[in-house]
């Protein structure tokens, strides 16, 4: 208990439950590495935990009490340090924790702190850990920058992995928009070339109908000046019958003359009507061609720019690895010197880098960092 310890060490545990839940965790590693080097994974699993149920905690609070945005605490109240415990094989009732609750809470803050989770769980001396001063190598300090390199060059081999997938799907989607339009060049050459020739077929058609209007003018300009000049120029019978004729020539029904003239009417609004069809897909048809032309420019570039953005994502996650190598050699390096009040740090270190590797961004892939801290 703390009414063993000093005023002293008692600042001092304070102070040492008010550091993050790894920090806690490192520090009592290193205080009892002979003792718990096989268990190590167990104080892994027990920051995982209290940060779990810490993040729970915060998101339980009313909106008033939860501030702008959440930030990992050092300790967990009675409630959650209950059910910690249930997780990890110890059921209690209510009144059986809070007795337990006793022997766990070493400073009576109504709280229990990873330290104090740890003195409980492996039967630690709290004044052991009141007096260990951990060392400050500074082989740890460069471990943990390259830790933190790695941590850095895998965020941006995850960004420059999702870039060069967003750039992939806008190239794909730029391609099949590029190729939908090159389709629907087609169709629209085909149909301008379908109106052109109806429009071809309905001047032959005018042509034609001009051309039988004619003859059957000429025809009747011709009959109607043939009986005129035998009207005027014969006498007696002759005459007579010419001017009869004429007179019949000249008011006799005209209907193939007149047939012609409708032909003609109806086949002039058919070849306008064509025309202007002709006219209108020719230009949707070079409107089609000009887009596809320029969604094919615009595909092209997004593809040179999506394996532009390739090769920097393959550069980027290459840089990693070459990190993690760099740090694991290091790390390898040290464990094996020995340092007796580094040891649990350098586990710690090993671990958190074991753990990134399992989220490291493979190349060609969208990949989430899930960080470790």
């Not at 205080?31 to 699993?45: F, H, I, R, S």
């Not at 330290?115 to 007096?131: I, P, T």
């Not at 460069?142 to 992995?161: C, I, S, Y």
């Not at 086949?267 to 230009?283: C, D, F, L, Y």
Request: glycine fraction near 4%; include cysteine; charge should be negative.
């Amino acid at each position: 208990m703390t009414s063993e310890l000093s005023k002293k060490e008692l600042d001092y545990f304070n102070h040492l439950t008010t550091q993050p839940f790894k920090d806690q965790a490192i520090f009592y590693l290193n205080c009892y590495w002979d003792q718990l080097n096989k268990d190590a994974e167990k104080l892994w699993d027990f920051v995982k935990s209290c940060r779990e149920m810490d993040k729970q905690h915060w998101n339980a609070l009313p909106p008033a009490k939860k501030g702008d945005e959440y930030k990992e605490g050092t300790k967990l109240d009675e409630f959650w340090s209950h059910k910690l415990l249930e997780n990890y094989g110890k059921p209690m009732s209510v009144v059986e924790f809070r007795q337990e609750f006793k022997k766990i809470d070493l400073n009576f803050d109504k709280h229990m702190s990873l330290l104090e989770l740890c003195v409980y769980w492996f039967q630690g001396n709290v004044s052991k850990v009141a007096n260990y001063v951990p060392g400050a190598a500074q082989e740890v300090r460069k471990a943990q920058e390259l830790l933190d390199q790695v941590e850095k060059l895998f965020q941006a081999a995850t960004e420059a992995l999702d870039k060069a997938t967003k750039t992939d799907q806008q190239a794909q989607k730029t391609k099949d928009e590029a190729t939908k339009s090159e389709a629907e060049s087609a169709k629209k050459a085909t149909e301008a070339k379908k109106k052109a020739d109806e429009a071809k077929a309905a001047e032959a058609e005018l042509k034609a109908a001009l051309d039988e209007l004619k003859a059957k003018e000429t025809a009747h300009a011709a009959k109607t000046k043939e009986l005129e000049t035998k009207a005027e120029s014969g006498s007696g019978v002759s005459a007579m019958r010419a001017k009869n004729e004429l007179a019949q020539h000249l008011s006799e029904d005209p209907l193939p003359l007149r047939q012609a003239k409708l032909t003609t009417e109806a086949a002039t609004k058919k070849a306008e009507k064509a025309r202007v069809a002709s006219e209108s897909t020719r230009v949707a048809a070079e409107e089609a061609a000009n887009k596809a032309r320029e969604d094919k420019v615009t595909a092209d570039a997004a593809a040179e720019q999506a394996q532009k953005d390739r090769q920097v994502a393959e550069e980027a996650v290459a840089e990693g690895q070459k990190k993690v190598e760099e740090a694991e050699e290091y790390l390898n390096e040290q464990k094996k010197k020995g340092g007796g009040e580094t040891l649990g740090t350098f586990w710690w270190l090993d671990r958190e880098l074991q753990e990134r590797k399992k989220y490291m961004p493979k190349s060609g892939k969208e990949v989430k960092l899930v960080g470790v801290n």
